[in-house]
């Protein structure tokens, strides 16, 4: 079954602080991997992609990785700010033709002045 | 260019009741999705277009009906609505290739529904 975890599911931390995110996957045919922004209240906005050949892709105080060989990534965010705060999806896409995408439960973040 | 453009942003229903979710595009995507998303759960799809006059089911379609009459619209349909149907519904497009993916997925801001 295609699934996408995503961990923790809640992180507080301080402001001007690093974090990092988890999402493990079980989508195969692998297509790409992408990260969500959702802000409260709002769809969710893409912060990157990445495809089978990509280990890393960043996006200014966002960087992503993956390792296509474990089915893991990660999401990193340099010197948060409280404009950081907002759940963090991981979307796997599965190349079925019409590609399907798996999105995970989100990890909510909350950036603390 | 307004993207992908949703109405109503919240809305409750009484059960039984039936509404229309409007859904509208202005980047020429060629496809489109309805989803809905619940509390501590990831989005799941409840149909998708590949273009005007094609429609399908994905994985959650029981009590909803989509049609695709112009490349920009794609409403939602609920029809008797119930309590189970409370959540929050997002629309969204693409521009899709078989041999290159999707490019430019791009979500509305999402309808609120309550059904009481």
């Known amino acids: 079954k295609n699934q996408v975890e995503q961990s923790p599911q809640s992180l507080i931390i301080l402001e001007g602080k690093n974090c990092t995110l988890q999402?493990?996957?079980?989508?195969?045919?692998?297509?790409?991997l992408r990260w969500y922004k959702q802000d409260t209240g709002r769809g969710p906005v893409s912060l990157t992609i990445?495809?089978?050949?990509?280990n890393t892709k960043s996006n200014g105080r966002y960087t992503a990785t993956l390792d296509a060989d474990t089915k893991q990534s990660s999401l990193h965010i340099t010197a948060s700010q409280l404009s950081d705060s907002a759940s963090y999806i991981c979307?796997?896409?599965?190349?079925?033709?019409?590609?399907?995408?798996?999105f995970g439960t989100g990890t909510r973040l909350l950036v603390s002045p | 260019n307004a993207g992908v453009t949703q109405t109503p942003k919240f809305r409750i229903l009484k059960i039984g009741q039936s509404m229309t979710l409007q859904c509208t595009q202005d980047?020429?995507?060629?496809?489109m999705y309805w989803y809905r998303q619940d509390p501590g759960m990831g989005l799941k799809l409840i149909y998708y277009?590949?273009?005007?006059?094609?429609?399908d089911k994905g994985e959650v379609p029981n009590g909803y009906n989509v049609s695709r009459s112009t490349t920009e619209d794609f409403p939602l349909r609920l029809e008797l609505a119930a309590p189970s149907q409370t959540s929050v519904y997002f629309c969204?497009?693409?521009?899709?290739?078989?041999?290159?993916?999707?490019?430019?997925?791009?979500f509305g801001s999402g309808t609120r529904l309550t059904v009481v």
């Open positions: 979307v796997v896409s599965a190349n079925t033709g019409f590609q399907k995408l798996v």
């Open positions: 990445m495809t089978f050949s990509e």
């Open positions: 277009s590949v273009g005007a006059g094609i429609t």
């Open positions: 969204a497009s693409s521009y899709e290739t078989y041999r290159t993916g999707i490019h430019g997925y791009t």
């Open positions: 980047m020429n995507h060629n496809y």
């Open positions: 999402c493990n996957y079980t989508v195969s045919p692998f297509s790409n």
